[in-house]
Structures are given as structure tokens and as C-alpha cells.
């Protein structure tokens, strides 16, 4: 019987998967609310640059972002950063950066890239590999569904048959002890 194909282990999966789904959607739902609030939002198209850090200044007016002065092939580019990615970068680093998928006043408009930061920034990427358990999930039940329970097999033991082989008479001995019954001895 395939992993998945056990009823426990299938509905497992399948509400772990389905809270994913739950999850991603309401992130969406809580990031297209609050850019429908934010009227100095704008998109902007998300990419991923590998940059040479230059400098990085103090962002007097914001406390959660600072200036990233950073050169990306022959143009030098000022990003904007959370503080504490910002503080860990210093001058004639390589990093890879990511581009959020819009900007604002408020947040940072570029991360550093990693994995956590891309399924935060774009969490519809987790909807890829939940489609897909999802479908293993439901190839499984179907092979489940056409396969044949596997037969009970039963085995019953014959005490009495047992019981009686203590009575019988021992494997070496001669079956001449017995009483021949002749059908000739009619005169």
C-alpha cells in the first residue's frame, strides 16, 4: 500500500496542505488590503541583482529603513533597506538583492534574497508545491480506490486433532499387533 494512500496519513497531508493554501491566500488578502489603503503606493516589476555594496547611510527620517548605495554593473543605485539587513552589509560586499513588488514610503523597497524573504514577499510561490502535493494526495487515493483490499487470511488450528496424536501409536512400531480380519474365514 502506497504512503500516501493510508486514510490517517492522507488526511493529514491533505489539511497540511489545504492550511497552506489558507495561509498564502490570506497574506495575499492582508497585502492587497493594505495597498488599497496606501494611496502613495505604487507597483513596481520585482527582480533579483547581484550588487557590490559602496556604502550604507543613516536614513534620518525613517525608523525601520536606511540607505544602500550600491553598484550594479557600470550605474550606482541608492536602495532602501530594513535597518538591520542594512547593518549587516558592508562596504565592497556582493550580495543578491530582491526587489519587493511595490514600493512606498513606508517599507523597505529592497531585501536581501533569501528563501524566507522570497516566500514572504511573494507567497504565491507556495501555492506551486501545495498544488502539487495536492495532486500526489489525490493520485493516491485513486490508486487506492482501484486496488483490492488485500485478502483476510485467516487460519484456524484443529485442537482436537492435536489432541488426539498423543493416543496414536508411535511411528516405528509394526502394524502386525492388529487383528487381520480375512474375508476367507467363512467355513
Known sequence: MPFLARPAIRWSVLIALWAVVGAVLWILLVQIFLLAL??????????VAHVEVRSVDRD?????????TVKHGDSEQILKMAKAEAAELRPDDEVWI????????LRPTQFRLTPL????EYPVLLLLPAAWGLW????????ADAAPPPPVRRVFTDDFHLRAQRFAKPAGEKKEDQPRMDTDDRA
Do not use: E, M
Not at 38 to 47: K, S, V
Not at 60 to 68: A, C, L, P, Y
Not at 98 to 105: E, K, Q, T
Open 38 to 47: 496606501n494611496p502613495f503606493c505604487h507597483a513596481q516589476r520585482p527582480g
Open 60 to 68: 534620518s527620517d525613517s525608523q525601520i529603513t536606511d540607505f544602500v
Open 98 to 105: 530582491l526587489d519587493a513588488w511595490y514600493a512606498d514610503g
Open 117 to 120: 524573504r522570497v516566500l514572504l
Open 136 to 143: 500526489r494526495v489525490r493520485k493516491a487515493k485513486r490508486v
